[in-house]
């Protein structure tokens, strides 16, 4: 089993919609749980992170963590043209903190006008 | 805005030749990494560095890889004989403390 699981798609919504990507992992030992964006040929950018379990909120973009499923989601509202990108999901256990990322694969979303 | 440069874009070698990989990391971060993309696959991370020691590395840096930070700005990858296998993007990312990574855009290398 991979340790970090991420559907690549590509995903295609049109504009406004609300999109939703997902995670899966298998080490129980993670504890920060990162979104990034990245653009073609440009290195990943944070979105987002969160700590352990709940729910966390930025603008259009919203992240969730369920450590009992292993899970993790993140939901982006009203999606504009611009959100295309690939997501990749990441994540590290409490004694590497952001130094050791594991990735997923990336989801790449195409949003249309 | 701050950013994390990287030279060259584009590298392409031959197998069996040394390369090296800069990075300039924002100038107050103190921890720098890199890591790296083979096409089609995820991001892995290759090594971190802190006061100019490794403080984390992975089963993929093995002893043809190296890190140096040669002068207060620069941080470098050696390859020492490249493989095939070694055709990737490689990140460099830096930060302030234990927090948020900033990469650069990346530097392509082909080994032919």
């Known amino acids: 089993q991979k340790e970090v699981e991420q559907d690549p798609g590509p995903l295609s919504v049109p504009e406004g919609a609300i999109v939703s990507l997902n995670c899966t992992y298998s080490n129980s030992a993670f504890q920060y749980f990162m979104w990034y964006r990245q653009y073609s040929r440009k290195g990943p950018e944070l979105l987002m992170y969160t700590y352990s379990s709940g729910n966390k909120e930025d603008g259009r973009f919203t992240a969730q963590v369920d450590k009992s499923s292993k899970y993790i989601s993140l939901f982006i509202r009203d999606s504009q043209p611009s959100d295309s990108a690939t997501y990749l999901c990441?994540?590290?256990?409490?004694?590497?903190?952001?130094?050791?990322?594991?990735f997923g694969t990336g989801t790449r979303l195409l949003v249309s006008p | 805005e701050p950013e994390v440069t990287q030279t060259p874009s584009h590298q392409v070698t031959q197998m069996g030749q040394e390369v090296i990989l800069r990075c300039v990391p924002i100038s107050n971060h103190l921890y720098f990494y890199w890591y790296r993309q083979i096409l089609g696959q995820k991001v892995e991370f290759l090594v971190s560095f802190y006061n100019n020691e490794i403080s984390e590395k992975s089963e993929i840096f093995d002893d043809q890889f190296s890190v140096e930070r040669p002068d207060g700005s620069n941080f470098t990858l050696k390859i020492r004989s490249t493989k095939l296998e070694d055709s990737a993007m490689y990140f460099c990312?830096?930060?302030?403390?234990?927090?948020?990574?900033?990469f650069g855009e990346g530097s392509r290398l082909t080994v032919l």
């Open positions: 990312a830096s930060s302030e403390n234990t927090g948020e990574l900033f």
């Open positions: 990441a994540m590290s256990d409490k004694n590497t903190g952001f130094q050791k990322l594991v």
